[in-house]
C-alpha cells in the first residue's frame, strides 16, 4: 500500500529545458511535503518542501507546486541543467516534526548537455 | 559540523551470519530513522525514535531485524540470521524534533551497502 507514488523511474531532458517530475499520494494525513534529491553513492539530500495549506513554493530555479484537490505535486526544474541528474525522491510527512517521513520510490532524472 | 556517521560503508557477509550497521546522529538531533533502499520498494522507512525511544517499528520486516538506541547519540540496527534478500542500501537519518521548526528536514548518512552472499 504505496501512499506516495512516483510512477515515472526515468525521465530524460535536454539541458536548458524544463523538468518536471510528479508525485502523487493517498494519505489525506500529510501536513507537508518534501523533495530530496539523491547522487550515487550519497545520501539524500534534501531540497525543497512545501506546507499542505500552500499550493506553491518557489527556491531558485526548483519550484514545488500542491494541488491538494487531485492528491498531486510537482517539481519543476528551469532552467535544467546537467548537474541536477539525480534521483528525485518525493516525500509525505505526517505528524509533524514528531512524525515520519513517507518517500516514493524516486524518479531518476537525466539533463543531457 | 558533522553529519550523521554510518559504518560499515560496505558489508559483505554470507547467509546465516549477524549484520551490525551503526549510526551516530548529527548532535542536538532528537528523532533518528532508519530506512532501506532497494530498486524494488525504493526508500522504506524501517523504524523511528523520538528521544532515544522506538515510536513506530512496523516497517522493520521480520523479527530478524532489530533496532536500539541505547543513548542520543548511537543506534544499532542487527540482522540476525541475514538472508540474501536483505541486500540493499541502509541508511540512518536524524533531526530535531522541535514544535516550532516543521519543515521536517531529515539529515541522511550515506549509508551502508549490504551484500549478504
Known amino acids: 500500500d504505496q501512499q506516495v507514488k512516483q510512477n515515472s523511474p526515468s525521465l530524460s531532458v535536454q539541458e536548458g529545458r524544463i523538468s518536471i517530475l510528479n508525485c502523487d499520494y493517498t494519505?489525506?494525513?500529510?501536513?507537508?511535503f518534501l523533495w530530496y534529491k539523491k547522487y550515487p553513492a550519497e545520501g539524500p539530500t534534501f531540497l525543497i518542501s512545501?506546507?499542505?495549506?500552500?499550493d506553491k513554493n518557489e527556491d531558485g530555479r526548483f519550484t514545488v507546486f500542491l494541488n491538494k484537490s487531485a492528491k498531486h505535486l510537482s517539481l519543476h526544474i528551469v532552467p535544467s541543467q546537467p548537474g541536477d541528474s539525480a534521483v528525485y525522491f518525493c516525500?509525505?510527512?505526517?505528524?509533524?516534526?514528531?512524525?515520519?517521513?513517507?518517500f516514493g520510490k524516486g524518479t531518476k532524472l537525466s539533463v543531457k548537455p | 559540523d558533522a553529519g550523521v556517521i554510518q559504518s560499515p560503508r560496505h558489508e559483505v557477509t554470507e547467509m546465516g551470519q549477524e549484520v551490525t550497521l551503526r549510526c551516530k546522529p548529527i548532535?542536538?538531533?532528537?528523532?533518528l530513522f532508519w530506512y532501506r533502499q532497494t530498486m524494488m520498494r525504493g526508500l522504506e522507512l524501517l523504524i523511528y525514535f523520538n528521544n532515544n525511544v522506538p515510536i513506530d517499528d512496523s516497517g522493520m520486516p521480520e523479527d530478524r531485524f532489530s533496532a536500539k538506541m541505547p543513548n542520543a547519540s548511537f543506534s544499532t540496527l542487527k540482522i540476525q540470521p541475514s538472508e540474501p534478500r536483505d541486500s540493499a542500501v541502509y541508511f540512518c537519518?536524524?533531526?530535531?524534533?522541535?514544535?516550532?521548526?516543521?519543515?521536517?528536514?531529515?539529515?541522511f548518512g550515506e549509508g551502508s551497502r549490504l551484500t549478504v552472499l
Open positions: 516525500a509525505g510527512n505526517y505528524g509533524g516534526s514528531q512524525g515520519n517521513l513517507i
Open positions: 512545501i506546507s499542505s495549506i500552500k
Open positions: 537519518a536524524s533531526r530535531l524534533r522541535d514544535t516550532v521548526i516543521r519543515t521536517g528536514e531529515l539529515f
Open positions: 494519505n489525506s494525513m500529510f501536513d507537508y
Open positions: 548532535s542536538g538531533h532528537n528523532s
